[in-house]
């Protein structure tokens, strides 16, 4: 047996026993003092191997992961928000200024959990399924998470927040990819994505979906989400200390703070008021500024340019209001990692804890309820019973209490009662000095915090150190592998898994270089980068031109090189077409082939497009619509309550023609204004010819075969060409209406037909 191998295995051996034999005549505290005390002389005994070599005790680990946050909202990388917690962390331990996630929630969580490229792990999208391996929106079971791994070393394992591996997250589904079958011995937290603070979608203990009214365990005074993962993530850590007190552990706690809706406590947004009185602009160059002094930013960086005009702002109120309730909830968020802290220091954990903080993707643009929508206008609800579980599908939601879930400039957000995003200028600021936002694999969609603490692992003379290494998420299941002494299987119970991507980070708490060999990669959406060394190549879009920047002198991707240096360029885009070749990128399910030039706008001259259900066109495929009048035509031949027939464009520009609890209906992006014309009567029969037109003077029309069912007007033809594509029978990228990605129409189409005049 090698040296460093049999003093871990007698440390740990003799800090079971000696933990096992204190506990019968000792009294807590003593007992906790004979612990440290132990593991101390232990830890001693360890430093007789190289500095490389692992501690005596393994460390407990906990990762901490937040939701659609920017790289500057925190106080430690240059945000005005109060994170003192975070910051205290970042103080007696390191930042990051180069860690990547993937831009998106789903991918982000499978590629942490997994060690993986999200293709990898069959989550190379959303939670739905592409009908293609790699994108399968269903966690893969030739892929490990970190809690399964380290299961084999000896951990336990607790989850509490965020799961949204799993397109299965319905009472009576398969439930094979729900934490407690994926490695934890707990859970507590949504399967699901976003959804409200006060009363949560697929609120689940363990496997057992429940209510904030019906929990056997956990029933606060007043629930809000953050707070609730907090409290059962310090539950975890408490119970497992009485019942495993030599036993090291994983923590993941996933808050969805500061996902829309913008939701927080009254106390919380109360001490935001007028924070953001002054827009958009002073807040984005104080952070600027902030970061260049920190350190985070050379001062050679040019800021990237500014999303939003605060003097065109109508409703400066409301705006300012979505600030401070985002602002309100990353403070909520902060406190909850400060009694995290607390409840390690009392239980003796917090010496040797390696904690990680870092966030799913950047700041986010979407347009999520910041326009009244007359659907989500509910009348004649009831207040819902505890054991009534909040409808998977949102919006339009309804209060426990039986109030309407509204959104727009009317609504303030902050309570229950309202639905609302906080919008692309703010999200800009979050993501200072970056470009371009959540979904895009610009700096401002991956770039991520990433603050490691671990008082036994970092040397002090490391404390408050930058590491400016390139970082990825597939590092951290490296890293806990490492540091646990665990194993990494090729092979379980017959399956075979896929080896790790990732390198340890390690060597980075010793102030020692990562040795990454590989570049670092990104695909979502088609958008697609490579990052290599101080270069990186990315492209928006399947056909999007690529980019070429120097991240020494431009990580803020301000001067494109792509035409100064076409050979590197060639060399680069052939890593990534060997990555994604290889990690099951490609066949892409958003359209074969990348890489073309872009045509913008769509140079199809078309005039009638004749379809079938699965179609998808991609920019200059897609119908030139710009200015022109359209008519839609869909033969369906099984009819469903809801879903997309056809649409084109997003959120900014496009159009959808779909159906809703039967009811067909036609919404249209206008500079990103959404209108909806609706049908009041639902279909009645199938097959049938439904028919949507949009006339020049934006007069739109609704049929059923001859029949009309609805008009009504919207501000006319599309002012642009969408940037997205078309596609028949969901809605996918960014979305034209408001209901959830993709809102797949679940009964049959036949022939579709799209003819502009």
């Known amino acids: 047996m090698h040296a460093e191998v049999f003093i871990r295995s007698l440390c740990q051996a003799a800090t079971a026993t000696a933990a096992a034999d204190a506990r019968t005549w000792l009294p807590q505290r003593k007992r906790r003092n004979m612990r440290n005390l132990i ?77 993986l490229y999200p293709h990898q792990a069959n989550m190379g999208h959303m939670t739905y399924d592409g009908k293609q391996e790699g994108y399968g929106g269903d966690l ?117 703070a500061a996902h829309w809706p913008m939701h927080a406590l009254p106390e919380d947004i109360a001490r935001q008021r007028g924070r953001y009185d002054a827009g958009y602009t002073p807040v984005r160059q104080t952070r600027f500024e902030r970061q260049k002094q920190l350190g985070l930013v ?129 999200a800009n600021v979050s993501n200072t000095p970056f470009r371009e936002y959540k979904h895009w694999v610009h700096e401002g969609g991956i770039s991520t915090p990433l603050i490691a603490h671990w008082p036994r692992g970092i040397p002090a003379s490391r404390h408050n150190s930058l590491v400016t290494d390139p970082g990825h998420l597939v590092d951290l299941m490296a890293t806990c592998v490492d540091l646990a002494g665990a194993t990494y299987p090729a092979e379980l119970q017959g399956r075979r898994i896929q080896p790790m991507e990732g390198i340890s980070l390690r060597p980075a708490f010793a102030g020692q270089p990562l040795p990454r060999k590989q ?38 991707e301000t001067r494109n090189l792509a035409e100064h240096q076409p050979e590197r360029v060639k060399a680069m885009v052939a890593q990534w077409e060997a990555y994604a070749k290889r990690a099951r990128v490609l066949p892409w399910i958003w359209k074969p082939g990348y890489g073309q030039p872009a045509t913008t706008p769509s140079s199809n001259r078309k005039l009638r ?40 464009g997003g959120s900014a520009h496009g159009y959808s023609l779909y159906v809703r609890d039967g009811r067909p209906a036609l919404a249209t992006r206008h500079k990103g204004k959404l209108s909806v014309v609706s049908a009041q009567a639902p279909l009645a029969k199938a097959p049938v010819t439904l028919s949507a037109s949009l006339r020049a003077d934006g007069l739109v029309t609704i049929k059923a075969d001859d029949q009309v069912l609805a008009e009504g007007r919207v501000p006319g033809p599309l002012a642009e060409q969408p940037v997205d594509g078309l596609q028949v029978g969901r809605d996918i990228k960014g979305l034209v209406g408001d209901y959830p990605e993709p809102f797949a129409f679940a009964g049959k189409i036949g022939a579709v037909v799209v003819e502009l005049k």
């Open 39 to 115: 593991i101390g002389i232990l830890t001693g005994l360890a430093g007789l191997m190289p500095l490389t070599g692992r501690c005596a005790a393994p460390p407990n680990i906990v990762i901490i992961l937040t939701d659609d946050m920017g790289w500057s909202d925190l106080g430690c990388y240059g945000g005005e928000i109060r994170t003192p917690n975070l910051d205290a962390l970042a103080a007696k331990g390191l930042r990051f200024t180069q860690f990547y996630n993937t831009a998106r929630c789903c991918p982000t969580r499978a590629s942490l959990l997994t060690g």
């Open 140 to 256: 893969g079971r030739d892929c490990l998470t970190i809690a399964e791994v380290l299961k084999l070393a000896g951990y336990s394992a607790y989850m509490s927040g965020k799961w949204h591996v799993t397109r299965f997250d319905g009472p009576e589904g398969p439930k094979d990819n729900w934490p407690r079958q994926r490695g934890f011995d707990r859970f507590y937290g949504t399967i699901k994505g976003g959804g409200s603070f006060f009363d949560p979608t697929t609120l689940c203990r363990d496997n057992t979906l429940i209510t904030p009214l019906n929990d056997p365990e956990y029933r606060p005074a007043r629930f809000y989400y953050t707070d609730a993962i907090t409290d059962n993530a310090v539950r975890f850590i408490q119970e497992h200390r009485r019942a495993r007190p030599a036993q090291p552990f994983f923590l993941y706690v996933a808050y969805t």
């Open 298 to 426: 050379p001062s050679t960086w040019e800021l990237s340019p500014q999303a939003g005009e605060w003097d065109k702002v109508e409703n400066k109120e409301w705006e300012a209001r979505c600030m401070e309730v985002y602002a309100a909830m990353v403070e909520c968020m902060d406190r909850g990692v400060g009694r995290l802290v607390e409840a390690l220091r009392q239980q003796g954990d917090l010496e040797n804890t390696l904690i990680l903080y870092l966030q799913d993707n950047g700041g986010c643009a979407e347009n999520m309820g910041r326009e009244d929508n007359p659907k989500w206008h509910l009348e004649g609800i009831k207040p819902m019973p505890p054991d009534e579980l909040q409808p998977n599908i949102w919006p339009p939601m309804r209060t426990r209490d039986g109030r309407p879930v509204l959104g727009g400039p009317r609504t303030m957000p902050g309570g229950p009662e309202s639905y609302i995003g906080y919008g692309q200028a703010w």
């Open 519 to 556: 570049p670092i990669f990104f695909e979502h959406e088609g958008n697609r980068a490579v990052r290599d060394g101080r270069w990186k190549l990315v492209a928006k879009g399947p056909k999007g031109n690529w980019e070429l920047y120097d991240m020494e002198t431009d990580r803020t």
């Open 609 to 648: 497009f004749d379809l079938k259900a699965g179609d998808e066109l991609y920019d200059e495929e897609a119908p030139a619509v710009k200015g022109r009048s359209l008519t839609l035509e869909v033969r369906i031949t099984e009819i469903a309550d809801q879903g997309v027939l056809v649409s084109q």
